[in-house]
């Protein structure tokens, strides 16, 4: 009898483990386009046409190369519009019983799949460097995980910048070379972008007729076959690699891609390999074309943080879904989705989230994130918005970077202390505040930054938690030096700040 072979929508690699395990000559391959795996959050548009369009060109190519593929697509009559639906009626079609899947990056998806009537076998995601039990005994006994010695373990393990056993330069980690403000260039060359094919075409015009959700669809432009990725991973290394480091951290007015690769969805969708992203970089390092602070910030951003995080999502399983150590309840302010805001970096984070579902990372941490934990906003709501908003999210790399390092609402397995800033960051590392609708340099009063009421708002109602912490204390010692009458005007324009979000007022 044949057997299932699911390949879900970021399982797009021609070796992934459910294929591997497969014989093409008895088994038929399952791809489903349904409505259910998109109703739990409100994806970006952009978000769902690089899925359908990427399944559907890697559908192709699987038939190309020999497989039967049975490809539910989203407007079949016949379409049930969940995966389990789909996966019996395909098994009731072939006459299978059993199903061969890797293992999903969703816990929800896991569940529904090990609920169903056949004997289903769930192969390990070995796309990853570091396998749930390497990271588990890693983990063991140890009490705190610190991504920094999880990092020089898998450049030993890999061989990553490595000279013997020493890192290459001397150090293993060079980013006080990284924290440098952006200028502006005219010369800086923007990422390549993918004019939509027929195929992209079609799915394009089935999204603009389904999903009204937050987002801009059009112009579409992201990598969706591997040739292209493989293609955007050259412009990268040739173009960007050699400032990502020194700009990694900044943040520039009509600047969304910086120095940053963007290849974030075509890795998480599978059309490319960590290791040949590292690779890329290293050989360009090697070749001398890029200096080695850029090599080794962006080979520390795969082996060290996206492997770390898929190690602590795997560690922790769907409890970590529910963490709210801070106790934090407030609703999701209408700004992050498009709603009017007088401050000019929020504007501009979720203003290029709309229009190209990206923001790089210091925008997410920085100021969409740092900005929902001084308010005290559901830590829930924010992951929704994560989850929905970004092209490369899903729940194994979207919900530690939210829960863990932005919210800091699993107590600390992500981040030993909270990433939270006043506006003095933001300013330092940008050119939002100067076109502000607040003044960065007021620190308290009608006119000031929320960030820089909202900061010591955040301290001291936290008081009890954090002024023990060693990385925290000075900041306290900082706060209870300031004159009294000063504290109060600043909770008390937090206070107001916070008001004005309950009661959906412009803030
Ligand atoms: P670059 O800056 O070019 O970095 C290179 C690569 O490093 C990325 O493509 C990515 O694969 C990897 N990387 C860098 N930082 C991280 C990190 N913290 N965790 C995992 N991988 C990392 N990344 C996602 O892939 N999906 C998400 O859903 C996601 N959600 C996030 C939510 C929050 C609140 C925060 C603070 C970060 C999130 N990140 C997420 C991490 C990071 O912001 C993105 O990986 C990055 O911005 C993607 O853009 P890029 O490809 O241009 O990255």
């Not at 059309?271 to 074309?289: K, M």
Request: aromatic share 8%.
């Amino acid at each position: 009898k044949p057997r299932l072979i699911l390949v879900l929508g970021d399982q797009l690699s021609a070796d992934l483990s459910a294929l591997r395990a497969a014989d093409p000559a008895r088994d038929l391959v399952v791809m489903a386009e349904v409505t259910g795996e998109g109703a739990s959050v409100p994806h970006h548009p952009q978000k769902i046409a690089l899925i359908l369009s990427a399944m559907r060109h890697f559908a192709q190519d699987l038939r190309a190369a020999g497989w039967q593929v049975a490809y539910s697509r989203l407007d079949d009559p016949g379409n049930g519009q969940t995966l389990a639906a789909e996966l019996l009626r395909r098994a009731a079609d072939a006459g299978a019983e059993a199903l061969i899947c890797t293992h999903p990056g969703e816990w929800r998806v896991l569940a529904d799949l090990q609920a169903l009537p056949l004997a289903v076998t769930v192969l390990p995601d070995d796309r990853f460097l570091c396998s749930p039990g390497d990271f588990a005994a890693w983990a063991e006994g140890r009490k705190e995980l610190r991504m920094e010695w999880f990092y020089r373990d898998m450049r030993r393990k890999t061989g990553l910048l490595m000279e013997g056993d020493k890192p290459a330069g001397g150090q293993w980690n060079l980013d006080a070379e990284n924290r440098k403000r952006a200028e502006r260039s005219l010369l800086r060359p923007a990422p390549l972008r993918f004019a939509p094919d027929a195929v992209t075409e079609e799915v394009l015009t089935l999204v603009e007729a389904r999903f009204a959700h937050f987002g801009r669809l059009r112009p579409f432009g992201w990598p969706v076959t591997r040739a292209q990725a493989v293609q955007a991973l050259d412009d990268f290394v040739t173009h960007r690699l050699p400032s990502f480091g020194a700009e990694q951290d900044a943040m520039l007015e009509g600047e969304p891609w910086l120095s940053h690769s963007l290849l974030s969805a075509a890795l998480n969708i599978g059309l490319l390999r960590p290791l040949e992203l590292c690779r890329a970089a290293e050989d360009a390092w090697r070749a001398g074309r890029v200096p080695l602070n850029a090599a080794e910030g962006f080979i520390r951003q795969i082996i060290g943080w996206r492997e770390f995080v898929r190690g602590i999502w795997a560690l922790k399983g769907p409890a970590y879904l529910e963490a709210n150590a801070l106790g934090h309840g407030r609703a999701l302010p209408a700004a992050y989705w498009g709603g009017e805001t007088r401050m000019a970096c929020l504007r501009a984070a979720v203003g290029q989230t709309g229009a190209l579902a990206y923001a790089h990372h210091i925008q997410r941490l920085m100021v969409t994130g740092n900005f929902a934990l001084l308010a005290g906003v559901d830590p829930a709501a924010v992951h929704q918005w994560y989850l929905s908003v970004y092209i490369d999210a899903f729940e194994w790399v979207e919900a530690p970077n939210t829960l863990g390092m932005s919210q800091w609402a699993d107590g600390g397995v992500v981040g030993s202390k909270p990433y939270v800033s006043s506006g003095a960051y933001i300013d330092r590392m940008s050119d939002h505040c100067r076109g502000c609708g607040y003044k960065v340099a007021e620190k308290a009063g009608e006119a000031a930054c929320p960030f820089n009421l909202l900061y010591w708002h955040f301290l001291d109602r936290h008081r009890a938690r954090f002024e023990r912490n060693p990385r925290m204390a000075q900041m306290y010692r900082t706060w209870d030096r300031m004159p009294a009458d000063h504290r109060a005007r600043v909770m008390n324009g937090a206070e107001t700040v916070l008001a004005r979000l309950d009661r959906g007022d412009v803030v």
